[in-house]
């Protein structure tokens, strides 16, 4: 049995941290599932928030009332039940069901011990997506009820949970129910109670339960407003009293500006834009002063990011100091190793450069700590490599990371530490409406590169359906013959039974059917790190023709031949999501094309993704995006890359951010320090959620 009191009244103790093994039913073995998901703890378990919902509806009982593609249940009588055939890795067998006075097909891949189940004669309950085909009904892979079971279903809404191999829906689901309904589990409330009666706040432990099992969607919206809210609070918490720490601490450094910064702009062949040229005096007063800079420049892929980054470099440098510069991705690391060394050298700039990621030898790698140590190199790039603690730096003055987000806080701070408070500057992509950049990136100072420079080609945008593939497949043909490289995204890795979505790996494999003689490869998250390298490295090299990928290759690889970015079920992605995917293309001198492919017939769909079609302009689309977002937005259609909480959106919970704001300001002017009686649990949840790593996570 689980021991008593998981949740003790100071969070922190070990109570929280139980291991899932102590619950009933979960051993060493059954526990390995779980891990692959995160799942290690009760704590983790009960914030493995359901991905969605579904409610189970009345069964229809005539063939006149499906719908092609549509999601339903059907009342019918098994009438005949087919062999199984082998087809591929596929063992197959169907049955015709009686629905009123018509028939569906039920087909089931790789089930073969179902169908002893379904006796001629039989009533059940199926459900599934049906398609209709000149008038022929069919469902794969349905699920199936005794009509009394399906009764005890009807109108609940039932978690939907991210599942692996090996962890089904009902061992989630059994385990949660478990947690939830020990009496001696219990998470005692936090905030005060002026707050929770402010905001109209459900008590936190009635959320975490109406979350994962809700009454109604009512109630689960207010609880899962409640979760959001903490995960907000927290983080901003956080934030706020990272951000006083820094205003507080003197960088120590003297720099003033140097000749290099100056000639190099000279010589570039482009005039700066009179945005980069305000940001650029930004950086150098910052540097100049007194202060830590902890600047943000956020920017639209093109805009002229990198460049600034390399000035500020170079100035630091020639100020005596070492600078850092830490991508998300090796191949970024190696582009822009190549790129900073080529420019130095051309413009004879005597600063050595070192790489440093984790796929260098033992022997590289000593090498480019002595150097480092040393002084004898001045600038360094390289990926999470940098912040390990056998890097020791001479005198570091200056950290650069790209796309910063996908370090963390923390992460930063840890870098950041290894200098004597070195100055702090981020690169961002990603765009994010100015209201929400100044509360996320609240412990920086945000610069914002809104303009383009001339001469780009605007990248060359449709939104199309399904029907339109094969036009796709032909224009794709017509690219690579040019000599050109082609992105393709899928929001899965692999097929999943419920989602009737298009995946990475039967895609790719589809693909080389429908276009023989092309060099075809997949990516995505699943794979080894090595092997993921290994593949952008090929496709960077030109060697790979058609890349199949998740969204991994949304920030980390600099593709200039890439000239096609196509987004399958684009629906499933925010705007500001597919913004960044098509920041991809449009890196050469080429015309870029990108193909947003819908699956969803929906209007609303419709007009949101047009949005794409008119506008290139990130910012633009961040607005539109957070605009058009409705309640209904409670699932599928999030944003990855800016914040990874568990269950919260910064767009689509963009009033709720506020309000968490807007709290964490007045917690803070009225006690800086969380030491009154009533902000005690505050306190207490707040070193816990630092303990934690400073993660996004509310329990």
């Known amino acids: 049995m689980m021991t008593e009191n998981v949740f003790q009244k100071d969070v922190d ?21 779980f891990a692959k998901v995160g799942i290690h703890t009760i704590a983790d378990l009960l914030e493995y928030y359901p991905r969605a919902y579904e409610t189970y509806e009345e069964p229809v009982v005539t063939c006149a009332a499906l719908e092609d593609g549509q999601k339903c249940a059907v009342l019918g009588t098994v009438a005949s039940v087919s062999g199984i055939r082998r087809f591929r890795h596929y063992q197959i067998f169907s049955a015709q069901i009686c629905v009123g006075d018509g028939s569906v097909q039920a087909v089931w891949f790789n089930m073969p011990y179902l169908r002893k189940h379904f006796l001629k004669g039989g009533q059940f309950i ?11 009904y069919r469902m794969q892979q349905p699920e199936h009820f005794a009509p009394e079971a399906y009764e005890k279903l009807l109108h609940v809404m039932q978690p939907r949970y991210a599942l692996t191999a090996g962890l089904s829906a009902n061992a989630v689901t059994k385990a949660v129910r478990q947690v939830l309904d020990t009496s001696q589990v219990q998470l005692p409330e936090y905030l005060p109670e002026d707050l929770l009666e402010e905001y109209g706040l459900m008590d936190e432990w009635e959320a975490v339960r109406q979350v994962h099992f809700p009454t109604n969607e009512a109630v689960m919206r207010r609880a899962r407003d409640r979760i959001v809210f903490d995960e907000f609070l927290q983080f901003i918490l956080g934030i706020r009293r990272l951000r006083e720490r820094q205003e507080q601490l003197c960088s120590g450094m003297h720099m003033i500006e140097v000749s290099e910064t100056a000639r190099l702009i000279e010589a570039l062949p482009y005039r700066l834009t009179a945005a980069q040229t305000r940001v650029w005096r930004e950086i150098v007063e910052d540097m100049c002063g007194d202060g830590v800079m902890n600047r943000l420049i956020q920017g639209d892929v093109g805009s002229g990011k990198t460049i600034l980054a390399v000035l500020a470099l170079v100035m630091a440098c020639c100020n005596g100091y070492q600078g850092a510069l830490m991508a998300p991705t090796e191949v970024l690391a190696k582009q822009h190793f190549q790129s900073i060394c080529a420019l130095l050298e051309k413009h004879h700039i005597p600063l050595r450069v070192v790489l440093l990621t984790g796929s260098m030898t033992a022997k590289e790698k000593r090498l480019a700590y002595a150097e480092i140590e040393s002084g004898e190199v001045q600038v360094i790039v390289g990926t999470h490599a940098l912040i390990q603690e056998k890097v020791v730096y001479q005198r570091l003055g200056l950290v650069v990371t790209d796309e910063q987000h996908r370090f963390g806080v923390r992460q930063r701070e840890t870098f950041a530490e290894k200098g004597l408070h070195p100055h702090v500057l981020v690169m961002s992509a990603t765009p994010i409406p100015r209201t929400l950049a100044i509360i996320v990136y609240g412990d ?65 494999e589809k693909l080389k059917r429908a276009l023989p003689g092309h060099e075809i490869a997949s990516l995505h998250g699943r794979m080894k790190p090595k092997e ?11 060697q790979i023709e058609i890349l199949v990928s ?84 409670l699932f599928g259609v999030r944003q990855s890359g800016v914040l990874a909480f568990r269950m919260a959106d910064i767009f689509q919970d963009a009033k709720v951010l506020a309000q968490a704001a807007e709290a964490a300001d007045r917690i ?18 707040m070193e816990h959620y630092i303990h934690r790593g400073g993660e996004s996570l509310s329990l």
């Not at 070990?14 to 526990?31: D, F, N, R, W, Y």
Request: proline share 5%.
């Open 13 to 33: 103790e070990s109570g929280v941290l139980s291991p899932i093994t102590e619950l009933k039913g979960i051993g060493e073995k059954t526990a390995v599932p």
């Open 126 to 136: 199926f459900r599934g997506v049906v398609t209709a085909r000149k008038g022929q």
């Open 444 to 508: 920086l100072d945000i610069s914002v590169l809104d303009e383009m420079p001339s001469g780009r080609l605007p990248i060359k945008n449709c939104v199309v359906d399904e029907s339109w593939r094969p036009n796709a497949h032909r224009f794709i043909e017509r690219e690579t013959a040019a000599g050109h490289q082609v992105y393709i995204i899928c929001p899965m890795v692999e097929e999943n039974d419920e989602l009737e979505l298009e995946n990475v790996l039967d895609y790719t």
């Open 532 to 542: 993921k390298n290994e593949i952008m490295e090929r496709f960077a090299e030109g």
């Open 550 to 633: 998740t969204t991994v290759v949304e920030v980390g690889i600099n593709v200039p031949n890439a000239t096609v970015m196509m987004v399958e079920n684009a629906e499933r992605f925010g705007l500001a999501q597919l913004h960044q995917l098509r920041g991809r293309v449009g890196r050469g001198e080429a015309q870029s094309y990108c193909i947003f492919m819908s699956g969803s017939k929906s209007e609303e769909t419709k007009k949101r993704l047009e949005v794409l079609n008119k506008s290139n302009d990130g910012f633009f689309i961040a607005g539109e995006d957070l605009r058009l977002r409705g309640p209904g937005d």
């Open 668 to 685: 803070l002017a009225e006690d800086p320090e969380l030491w009154l009686p009533e902000h005690e649990g505050l306190r207490r949840r």
